[in-house]
């Protein structure tokens, strides 16, 4: 089992930036692909990028070159640097963890999730 928890969401102007930090809990983080999603209200949840075991990352294309995902093995975390945030980043974020090989992009691909963190963008 691997238990997730998002934290540094909040109010941020457009065009400022927040760093989100997911901490899992466990002694194999280190062997999952960890990724981002995000999900608006009234909108499926989407996902937004994930970093794989051996480091490989991708990006949605809504948020390529405005967001950095990163890990840190040694202190179980991953981190998602939002920059030049837009009022339609607004969301709750979820981290994921998932397990296995190939592309990471849909949330069957994920076994554990957090409980996720609100992001509001204002004007």
């Known amino acids: 089992q691997v238990q997730l928890v998002e934290s540094g969401g909040g109010l941020v102007q457009a065009g400022g930036s927040l760093r989100l930090a997911c901490a899992a809990s466990?002694?194999?983080?280190?062997?999952?692909?960890m990724g981002w999603f995000r999900q608006a209200p009234g909108k499926e949840r989407e996902f937004v990028a994930y970093?794989?075991?051996?480091?490989?990352?991708y990006y949605a294309d809504s948020v390529k070159g405005r967001f950095t995902i990163s890990r840190d093995n040694a202190k179980n975390t991953v981190y998602l640097q939002m920059n030049s945030l837009k009022h339609e980043d607004a969301a709750v974020y979820y981290c994921?963890?998932?397990?296995?090989?190939?592309?990471?992009?849909?949330?069957?691909?994920?076994?554990?999730w957090g409980q996720g963190t609100q992001v509001t963008v204002s004007s």
């Open positions: 994921a963890a998932g397990y296995g090989s190939g592309w990471f992009q849909s949330t069957g691909k994920y076994d554990y």
């Open positions: 466990g002694r194999t983080f280190s062997i999952y692909t």
């Open positions: 970093i794989s075991r051996s480091g490989s990352l």
